[in-house]
């Protein structure tokens, strides 16, 4: 598979499947290469709609896997750790990795459908509260470079809300993971139960992962995991790249890590439209999300 240079195509977007992705990391080679996946049995693979906690989550299974060893969390960068299935470097990142890989998606259900079913992967799904994810997801386009320029933030809102963000709709992204969960080997979880409880959360993955822990060693991950760690960690905030791609004078990768700073963006009428067109959207749907909108 070609490889484009680290710096190359910020500017260009890949559509596949009706659905914009950034150039600079993927290429249509690459979301080929993701739907014939030759996923593992000992995968465990981290399904996120973009801005929903996927840095932490590669950052507690790391540790999970490392039985609380901290040294690969600090060593190696998480995307080496946990590679992106559908980015145009994970090929040969996973070249040499065999057992109990850790692989991270922000795939839609139908690209990953056919391989993940061939398989007993394990499959965890981090969910958040959207108006949370949008607000993330605008500051983040404030400083990558392979984004579009999201405008204000009422102009970003309303294209999220009619799915014309890359990675596509937030509502199709967790609807469709979501009702096919019976056929995977499959976990839910989301943001605010890391929040609220790390230690019971970090439990609750071992127990579906099968990997006991004893109780120091989920003391390390809970001190490790901690939004004030991680955001010093340079493996997993995102300095080690240049400012070209990520400009980090712009602002920071990990920026709050809070639940609820939606309050402090959307305007009254936009709280009243978003939850018209999520209790539309998502009416149909046995979706339990355990925060209030």
């Given amino acids: 598979m070609q490889v484009p240079p680290a710096m190359a195509n910020l500017n260009v977007t890949v559509r596949s499947s009706g659905i914009d992705f950034p150039g600079h990391l993927h290429?249509?080679?690459?979301?080929?290469?993701?739907?014939?996946?030759?996923?593992?049995?000992?995968?465990?693979?981290?399904?996120?709609?973009?801005?929903?906690?996927?840095?932490?989550?590669?950052?507690?299974?790391?540790?999970?896997?490392?039985?609380?060893?901290?040294?690969?969390?600090?060593?190696?960068?998480?995307?080496?750790?946990?590679?992106?299935?559908?980015?145009?470097?994970?090929?040969?990142?996973?070249?040499?990795?065999?057992?109990?890989?850790?692989?991270?998606?922000?795939?839609?259900?139908?690209?990953?459908?056919?391989?993940?079913?061939?398989?007993?992967?394990?499959?965890?799904?981090?969910?958040?509260?959207?108006?949370?994810?949008?607000?993330?997801?605008?500051?983040?386009?404030?400083?990558?470079?392979?984004?579009?320029?999201?405008?204000?933030?009422?102009?970003?809102?309303?294209?999220?809300?009619?799915?014309?963000?890359?990675?596509?709709s937030w509502f199709e992204h967790i609807k469709e993971w979501q009702s096919h969960r019976d056929e995977l080997n499959f976990l839910f979880i989301t943001y605010e139960e890391l929040k609220k409880d790390l230690r019971k959360s970090v439990t609750k993955l071992c127990n579906f992962l099968e990997h006991p822990l004893l109780p120091n060693a989920v003391d390390a991950i809970v001190r490790h995991c901690t939004f004030e760690n991680m955001k010093e960690n340079k493996m997993i905030n995102y300095t080690l790249i240049p400012k070209e791609i990520i400009n980090h004078e712009r602002g920071k990768f990990m920026r709050k890590g809070v639940v609820g700073d939606w309050k402090e963006h959307f305007t009254h009428e936009q709280k009243q439209a978003f939850e018209k067109i999520f209790q539309n959207e998502m009416s149909n749907s046995n979706i339990t999300l355990n925060y209030p909108l």
Avoid: C
Wanted: charged share 20%; hydrophobic share 40%.
């Fill in 27 to 168: 290429t249509l080679q690459s979301l080929q290469y993701a739907q014939e996946f030759q996923f593992q049995d000992t995968d465990t693979v981290i399904i996120t709609y973009p801005k929903s906690g996927t840095t932490w989550m590669q950052e507690i299974l790391t540790l999970i896997y490392s039985d609380g060893d901290t040294l690969p969390a600090k060593t190696i960068p998480n995307w080496l750790r946990a590679p992106w299935i559908e980015h145009y470097y994970s090929e040969s990142v996973l070249v040499n990795k065999s057992d109990h890989r850790i692989l991270t998606s922000h795939l839609p259900y139908h690209f990953l459908a056919k391989p993940l079913k061939q398989s007993n992967a394990k499959v965890i799904y981090v969910a958040r509260n959207p108006k949370d994810i949008v607000v993330s997801f605008y500051h983040f386009h404030k400083i990558a470079n392979f984004l579009p320029e999201p405008g204000t933030f009422g102009e970003f809102l309303d294209k999220f809300l009619i799915g014309e963000v890359n990675f596509g």
